[in-house]
């Protein structure tokens, strides 16, 4: 075994979590003394206890001279846990290899430092890459303080996301549309605009095979016409914010939030997407899933408010001037200002492929 098989194991455990950690990291470690596994873990959940300190506990003394890999740079100040760093130079390790380092203005090399100052050999950069991938979300969040959206759709081969009648059950398969629950568990909140809950009635909710975190789901609804009695309202398994605008009557929200909906009313008549977006992040909200229909893709297209974009391709032809696209709006005039993108994976998913793509 060697310092790639350790890493690779501690990446494993950090990716086991996602979606369950949020506002913090996903952090694997393991340790390792004589070519042995002595402990390993991966923080569970925000508030409890660290990925090393659940490996520390179960080396136990083992952990005297032994090599602990870990995903991320240890913390190094005091939050809801004490800083691992001085846990990890308490338990008599000899050598921590980090994956990448932390860009939390509270850690960022300062953990690495501390270890080092006690005499710790401190590696840093192995996989970083995968590491930096695994909490692309929290990184993001960090260091813009606005939430990671990830625009989801689902098209037929020639880009339509219905039929010329608008009808859109089912383009895709149902292997791709269970993959579409994994990323909303691993999101915190899923947003769609009203247009689609009057369409359709979805609930939004996460049903994974082996259960999983139900995002709160959000409506961005200007004027308000979200019907009471939809699932999206009646059915309790998150919770459910609207945002609207400006102009709609304090009176109006009365049975919303009676119901538990959280409104979000703007300052200006319409939604404007950046705004909602800081809104939303000032509430603890650190990555949307955007599930909305053409129009709303469209908003976020024109704002240029996205991290990532994936994409269900059928191998189905639907053709047809009228049938929609996966992105409305005016559109852009000119080539040279279309957004750029870089294809990062493709994957077959049942009889459908999703691509996953970012923006340059």
Same mark, same amino acid.
């Given at each position: 075994m060697n310092d790639q098989y350790y890493m690779k194991l501690a990446l494993d455990l950090a990716k086991s979590t996602l979606g369950q950690t949020t506002p913090n990291p996903v952090v694997g470690a393991v340790i390792v003394k004589n070519n042995q596994v002595v402990g390993m873990g991966a923080h569970l959940k925000a508030g409890e !206890?660290?990925?090393e300190v659940h490996?520390?506990?179960?080396a136990k003394e083992n952990a005297i001279?032994?090599?602990?890999y870990v995903t @991320?740079?240890?913390? !190094?100040?005091?939050?809801?846990?004490?800083?691992? !760093?001085d846990l990890v130079i308490k338990s008599g390790i000899k050598r921590v290899v980090v994956a990448t380092t932390d860009p939390n203005p509270k850690v960022a090399g300062m953990g690495i430092d501390r270890m080092r100052a006690a005499g710790l050999i401190v590696e840093v950069g192995l996989f970083k890459d995968e590491a930096d991938q695994l909490n692309q979300i929290f990184f993001h969040f960090i260091q813009t303080g606005l939430p990671f959206v990830t625009l989801k759709s689902a098209t037929s081969l020639d880009?339509? *996301?219905?039929?010329?009648?608008g009808k859109s059950k089912w383009i895709t398969g149902k292997d791709a549309r269970?993959?579409?629950h994994y990323f909303r568990h691993t999101h915190d909140a899923? @947003?769609?605009g009203v247009n689609t809950v009057l369409k359709d009635n979805p609930s939004l909710t996460t049903r994974q095979t082996g259960g999983g975190k139900s995002p709160v789901r959000i409506i961005l609804d200007t004027n308000l016409r979200t019907p009471l009695d !939809?699932? *999206?309202?009646e059915e309790l398994q998150a919770e459910t914010w609207i945002v609207t605008g400006s102009n709609v009557d304090e009176k109006r929200l009365v049975p919303y939030k009676t119901k538990g909906v959280h409104i979000l009313k703007m300052v200006t008549p319409s939604i404007e997407i950046k705004s909602m977006l800081k809104r939303i992040a000032e509430m603890g909200i650190s990555s949307i899933f955007v599930e909305g229909g053409a129009e709303i893709h469209g908003s976020f297209l024109k704002e240029r408010a996205f991290q990532q974009v994936i994409t269900y391709i059928a191998p189905k032809l639907i053709g047809g001037r009228l049938a929609p696209t996966s992105f409305g709006g005016e559109g852009i005039a000119e080539i040279d200002d279309a957004i750029q993108l870089e294809i990062k994976e493709i994957k077959v998913i049942g009889k459908d492929i999703r691509l996953t793509a970012i923006p340059l």
């Open positions: !206890s660290h990925a490996a520390l506990q179960m001279g032994a090599t602990m @991320l740079e240890p913390c !190094s100040h005091f939050g809801r846990t004490p800083p691992c !760093s880009g339509k *996301i219905a039929t010329r009648e269970d993959d579409v899923i @947003l769609v !939809s699932k *999206i309202i």
